[in-house]
């Protein structure tokens, strides 16, 4: 679910290439790399995630169940994001990796046919996020935007922020660096999603296990689409980027009578 500022050591993750495939060593053994070193370094891995949703949508008015994160978080706080979702680790099926996700933070149990992917691609869409910092704020770039957390865009330097955008999001900082400006982690994955259509019970018997967020939160589909940019988080804006066609895929298999489930 996007880049996390603590670095577990001790969760491995899979180092994948470009396209999405492994790297694997002589022996045909899958690379792994810590957490934190795939987030200080920008090494590739995989994500997963899963949106549900709301048994209550209509064909003209889907709705979907959203992870409304902590407003004490300190990336993205009170965004919304994906209903549910986290790295891969070393697993290699991202199904059975979704499968997980629901159930330890959701306690959803679901059957591998019921995931619809959303992916056009076996690889997963990339996401690419870098967290600076910068005079005791917190300062996101992602694709071709910089924000400063907590306050006015406006209220960072004009010099700082055309370094940040001229060094782009694939390098690291070179020579140059404004005083005062550090990358505190530099988030490259590749994002699996799949849609969930839960019953009303389900949803009512959701147990939230992730303490750091504050629960699910329904709300019409287009709401989402349409969410100013300091509202979402870096996997919810990789989502509706790169799949346009998302109420089309929602309202092409939504269950009959669906808003009475």
Known sequence: ??????????????????????FTGD???????????????????????????????LYEDVKIYLQKRSQKKHLFPGAWTVSCGGHMGTSIDPIKSALREAEEELGLSMTPNQLIPLSD???????????????????LQMNTSVECLGSASGSLPGPVKEYIEG?????????????????????????????????MKQIDTAVFKDKEAEGLKELPLADFVASPRNELTDSSET????????QKIIRDNLPKGTEQR
């Open 121 to 139: 691609s076996r690889n997963g869409y990339p996401n690419l996020l870098k967290v600076w910092s910068y005079g005791g704020q917190v300062v």
């Open 1 to 22: 679910m996007g880049v996390a500022l603590r670095d577990d050591t001790s969760e491995l993750l899979n180092v994948v290439r470009e396209d999405g495939s492994f």
């Open 167 to 199: 060094i782009g999001l694939l390098d690291f900082p070179g020579q140059g660096v404004p005083v005062g400006l550090e990358l505190e982690a530099f988030n490259r994955e590749f994002c699996f999603y799949f849609l969930y259509f839960p019953s």
């Open 239 to 246: 989502l509706i980027v790169n799949c346009p066609s998302l």
């Open 27 to 57: 022996g045909g053994e899958i690379l792994t790399v810590p957490r934190g070193i795939a987030h200080t370094y920008g090494i590739l891995h995989h994500t997963t995630n899963v949106l549900l949703v709301s048994p209550r949508s």
